[in-house]
C-alpha cells in the first residue's frame, strides 16, 4: 500500500500571502491530522478531519483552516502568513481515528516565510 | 490534560551497546502510548505501541519499549544499538478521554550512535 502523500515538498513563500497544503491519506483511511513541528514548540495538533467533517482542532489562529474531500484526501490553508509559520507540516491519517489506531505520517511540507 | 515527558535532549551510546530513551507521560485515564522515529528531512516513521495487556511491546527494527503503570513510564530499548539508529525519537500518548485523534508529544530525544 502507498504511504501518505504529501504535496508539494517544499514551498517558499513571504509575508502576508496565503498558502495551501495537500495531504493523500493512505488509501481506506478516513482520518486525516494535521500537526506542525518546530524546533521551539515541538510537535503541535492543528485539527482532525473525519468524512469531511472537522472533528478535532488545537490551539491555533483562525488564519489556519483546512478540509476535507469525499476521497479523504485533505488540504489545509494557512491565510496572512507570518514568519512564525515557517514549519514543517505533517499530515498523518488512521482508519477511523479512534484512540486505539496508529497514525501514519507522511514526509511533511516544509514551509518557509520570509 | 494529558502530557509526555522526554527528559533527555539526547543520548550518546556506542554501536553494540543497549539503548534506552526514556519516557513518561501523565493522563487521566488509560495511556495508548507510541514511539515514532524521524530522520533527517523525513515524516515521522511508527515504531511501536502500548493498547493493553502485555506491558513488554516489541515494534519495528528491533526496538521495544516497557510499560510500567506505577511509573507512568514506556521507555524505549535496543539490545544492541546500530549507527542507522541516529535518528530523533518522539514518545507520544492518546487517552479515552481527549479528542478522537489527538497525540500529544514529547519534545524528542534525538539518539547518537557512534561508531
Known amino acids: 500500500k502507498a504511504g501518505v502523500t504529501q504535496t508539494p515538498r517544499y514551498l517558499i513563500k513571504t509575508r502576508g500571502q496565503q498558502v495551501t497544503l495537500s495531504c493523500s491519506p493512505i488509501s481506506g483511511h478516513r482520518s486525516v491530522s494535521w500537526y506542525q513541528q518546530t524546533p521551539g514548540q515541538g510537535l503541535q495538533f492543528l485539527f482532525e478531519y473525519f468524512s469531511e467533517t472537522q472533528r478535532n482542532k488545537g490551539n491555533f489562529p483562525g488564519r489556519f483552516s483546512g478540509r476535507q474531500f469525499s476521497n479523504s484526501r485533505s488540504e489545509m490553508n494557512v491565510s496572512t502568513l507570518e514568519l512564525g509559520d515557517s514549519a514543517l507540516y505533517l499530515c498523518?491519517?488512521?482508519?477511523?481515528?479512534?484512540?486505539?489506531?496508529?497514525?501514519?505520517f507522511g514526509p511533511g511540507t516544509r514551509l518557509l516565510v520570509l | 490534560a494529558q502530557s509526555v515527558a522526554q527528559p533527555e535532549d539526547q543520548v550518546n551510546v556506542a554501536e553494540g551497546n543497549p539503548l534506552t530513551v526514556k519516557c513518561t507521560y501523565s493522563?487521566?485515564?488509560?495511556?495508548?502510548l507510541f514511539w515514532y522515529v524521524q530522520y533527517p528531512n523525513r515524516g515521522l516513521q511508527f515504531l511501536l505501541k502500548?493498547?493493553?495487556?502485555?506491558?513488554l511491546v516489541k515494534g519495528s527494527y528491533g526496538f521495544e519499549a516497557e510499560f510500567n503503570k506505577s511509573q507512568t513510564s514506556f521507555h524505549l530499548k535496543k539490545p544492541s544499538a546500530l549507527v542507522s539508529d541516529s535518528a530523533l525519537y518522539f514518545c507520544?500518548?492518546?487517552?479515552?478521554?481527549?479528542?478522537?485523534?489527538?497525540?500529544?508529544f514529547g519534545k524528542g530525544t534525538m539518539l547518537l550512535v557512534s561508531p
Open positions: 493522563v487521566s485515564g488509560n495511556p495508548y
Open positions: 507520544a500518548v492518546r487517552d479515552l478521554n481527549s479528542g478522537y485523534s489527538t497525540l500529544t
Open positions: 502500548y493498547i493493553t495487556g502485555d506491558n
Open positions: 498523518a491519517s488512521s482508519l477511523v481515528g479512534v484512540e486505539q489506531e496508529t497514525q501514519y
